[in-house]
C-alpha cells in the first residue's frame, strides 16, 4: 500500500489544535496564565523551603480560576468536570510536587465532600476548600492496606448516647500511610473507616475529622508523624495519622450513600455493602484520571527536553568530517521516536477518557459506569507506566548532560516513579480492567480478591467466551498478503490489536472455567494471562482513539504527519509483542522482519518532523529552560 509522503513542513499550531481538542480555549488560557508565572525550580531547594514554596503557589494558583472548576456552581465552582482534569494535567508541565498538592486539596479531599458528601457538608466546607482558606487531607491508604481498601482497620464505630463516632486505629497497620497534606499543612480529614453501629460493620466509609487544632498541633486523639524525606515530590508534606478512641459528631460522616440515626439505625439507597462500596469509590475516579493525565505531561517535557537536545547535540564524524547531530542516528531515533508516537496515542486516549467523564449522567446505569472506571484504571497504568519509561529513555539520551539535576529530567523521574503505585498500583489496576472484561460487572460480585474473582468466573463464565470473528477472519486474510499493501493499512492495524485481544480473552476465560476445588490457585496460576488480557485491551482502546482523532483533523498536511506517527505507534507495538504474533501464527517470519524495517523507515520519515512533533504539546518555554538546551 503506497503511503502518502509527509510533506516538508507541517503547520505545528495545526498539530496543537487536533491535541487542544475539545478544551482547546482552556488549555490556550491555561498556558497563558501559567507564561505569566515565575517557574521557581526546586532543584536546590530542602525539604521545608520546597513546602513553604508549594503552598505558597497552590494560594497563587486559588486566586485564579481554574481550582473551582470542577465544583459546582452553587459554591463558587464552574460544574466543569472535565475542565477541571485537564486543569490538573496541566500543572504536570512544572513542579510536580504542586500538581500534587493540588490534585490533593481540589481532587481528593475536595472532591470527596462535593462527592461523598450532602447538602449540609457542601455549605459548610465546599466554598473554604476552594479558596484554600481550609486545608486537607485524602486519608485512605493503610500501613497495612494500601490497594485493598475495602479491608481497611481503621474503625468508626457510632455511641448512641452520645450522638458521635469513635474513630480508632486498633493496631500499627491501620496508621493511615502516606498522607498529602498531613505532615503541616492540613487541618481536616477525609478518613476511610469501616462504619460499625448496633454491633455490625456496614463498611467502609468516608468521615470529616480535624487532625489540628487552630494552634496548628495535632487533635485529641491524633497522632501525627512525617514521612520525611521521599526519593521525590519533597513539596509534599506527606504525614502518617493514627487516631486513638477520637470522636467526631454523627455529621462528620459523609453521608450520600449511606447515614446513621440518632439512635444507632442504619440507613442507605444502596442495600448491598460491597456494591455501595464500589459505588462510593467510583464516584471518586477523578484523581486515577487527572494523575494519569499529568504523567502525561510530564512524558511531553521529557521528550520536548531530549529531542531538542539530540537536535543541538553532535558526536563522531562522516567520513567528509562533519560531526552528526545524534538525532541523525537510527538508534537515537529508535530511542525517542516511538516514544513520541505511543505519547501522541495516549494524549488521544486520555482525551476522550476525560470526555466519558464530562458527559456522564449522575444516573447513567451500572455498566456504564463500570466501563468508565475500566477505561480510567488501564490509561492510568498505561500512561504512568510509559512516563517511567520514557522520561528514563529521554534521561538516557540526553547522556551526562541528562544526569544534571539542573536539566530538569533527573527531579521528572525521581517525581513520577510513584505514580506507577499511588491513585492505585498499576498491576492491580490491569487486574481490575481484565476482571471487568471477563465478568460483566455482575452487580453480586462484591470482592476484589483473587479467590472471589476466580470462583465468580468459574460459575459465572461458561457459554460467555468470545466466539471467533469478523476480526480474526480479516487477520487470517492478510496474512499472506503483500507486505507493502498491509504493514501500513490502518484495517490491519485495527483488526490486529483487536483479535489478539480476544484471543488473550479467550485463553483466560478457559483457563479460569477449569478452576474447580482450587479456585485461588487457578487465578494465580493464571494471573500473567490476566494481566496480559488487560494491556491488550487498553492497547486496542489506544490506537482506537487515535484513529478517531486523524478523523478529526482539518489540516490535510498535518493529518499525513499524524497518520505517520499512528503507523509508529501501531507497528512499534506490533514489533515488540512478534514473539506473540509469531507464536500464534498472526505474523510469518517474513512479515516480522518487515515490521521491524518499516519501523525504521518510519523513523528516518519522521525524524525532520521531531521538533514540530513535540513543540505541538506546547509546553510553555518556561517548563524548558535548561541549560543543556543553551547554543
Sequence with gaps: METPPVPAKVDQDAVTAVLDGRWSELRRGVRAQMSGEQFRDPVDLDIEPHRAQVLEQLRELARTDRPGLGFDKAYGGGSDVGGSVIAFEMLGFGDLSLMVKAGVQWGLFGGAVQLLGTERHHERYLRRIKDVDLLGCFAMTEHGHGSDVQHLRTTATYAPGRGEFVLHSPDEGATKEYIGNAARDGHLAVVFAQLVTQG??????????????????????????????????????????????????????????????????????????????????????????????????????????????????????????????????????????????????????????????????????????????????????????????????????????????????????????????????????????????????????????????????????????????????????????????????????????????????????????????????????????????????????????????????????AKVLLERVCDLYALSNIEADRAWFLEHGRLTAGRSKAVIAAVNALCADLRPHARTLVDAFAVPEQFLAAPMLRP
Design 200 to 557: 455490625e460493620s456496614r463498611g467502609v466509609h468516608a468521615f470529616l475529622v480535624p487532625i489540628r487544632g487552630e494552634d496548628g498541633e495535632p487533635a485529641p486523639g491524633v497522632r501525627i508523624e512525617d514521612c520525611g524525606r521521599k526519593a521525590g515530590l519533597n513539596g509534599v508534606d506527606n504525614g502518617r495519622l493514627t487516631f486513638t478512641q477520637m470522636r467526631v459528631p454523627r455529621d462528620a460522616l459523609l453521608n450520600r450513600f449511606g447515614d446513621v440515626a440518632e439512635d444507632g439505625t442504619y440507613a442507605s439507597p444502596i442495600e448491598s455493602d460491597g456494591r455501595r462500596f464500589f459505588t462510593m469509590l467510583g464516584t471518586l475516579i477523578r484523581g486515577r484520571v487527572s494523575v494519569g493525565g499529568s504523567a502525561g505531561s510530564a512524558t511531553k517535557r521529557a521528550l520536548a527536553l531530549a529531542v531538542r537536545y539530540a537536535e543541538l547535540r553532535r558526536q563522531f564524524s562522516k567520513p567528509d568530517g562533519e560531526e552528526v547531530v545524534i538525532l541523525d542516528y537510527l538508534g537515537h531515533q529508535r530511542k525517542l521516536l516511538p516514544a513520541l508516537a505511543k505519547t501522541y496515542a495516549l494524549h488521544f486516549a486520555q482525551e476522550g477518557l476525560v470526555a466519558k467523564l464530562h458527559d456522564i449522567a449522575p444516573d447513567a446505569p451500572e455498566e456504564e459506569q463500570r466501563e468508565l472506571e475500566s477505561y480510567a484504571a488501564g490509561l492510568k497504568a498505561a500512561n504512568t507506566w510509559h512516563a517511567t519509561h520514557t522520561i528514563q529513555a529521554a534521561r538516557e539520551a540526553c547522556g551526562g548532560s541528562g544526569y544534571l539535576s539542573e536539566n530538569l529530567l533527573a527531579g521528572l523521574k525521581a517525581d513520577t516513579d510513584v505514580f506507577t503505585t499511588f491513585e492505585g498500583d498499576n498491576t492491580v489496576l490491569m487486574q481490575l480492567v481484565a476482571k471487568g472484561l471477563l465478568t460483566s460487572y455482575k452487580e453480586h460480585f462484591e470482592d476484589l480478591s483473587p479467590l472471589a474473582t476466580a470462583r465468580f468466573v468459574a460459575e459465572q463464565l461458561v457459554g460467555a467466551v468470545i466466539e471467533r470473528t469478523a476480526a480474526r477472519k480479516v487477520v487470517e486474510r492478510l496474512t499472506e498478503a503483500d507486505d507493502g499493501d498491509v504493514l501500513f493499512d490502518r484495517e490491519w492495524h485495527l483488526k490486529l490489536f483487536e483479535d489478539r485481544e480476544e484471543h488473550v480473552l479467550e485463553g483466560v476465560a478457559n483457563r479460569l472455567r477449569k478452576a474447580g476445588k482450587d479456585p485461588f490457585g487457578v487465578f494465580n496460576a493464571a494471573q500473567d494471562h490476566v494481566l496480559r488480557a488487560g494491556h491488550a485491551h487498553v492497547d486496542r482502546l489506544v490506537l482506537e482513539a487515535f484513529v478517531a482523532a486523524i478523523g478529526r483533523c482539518e489540516d490535510a498536511e
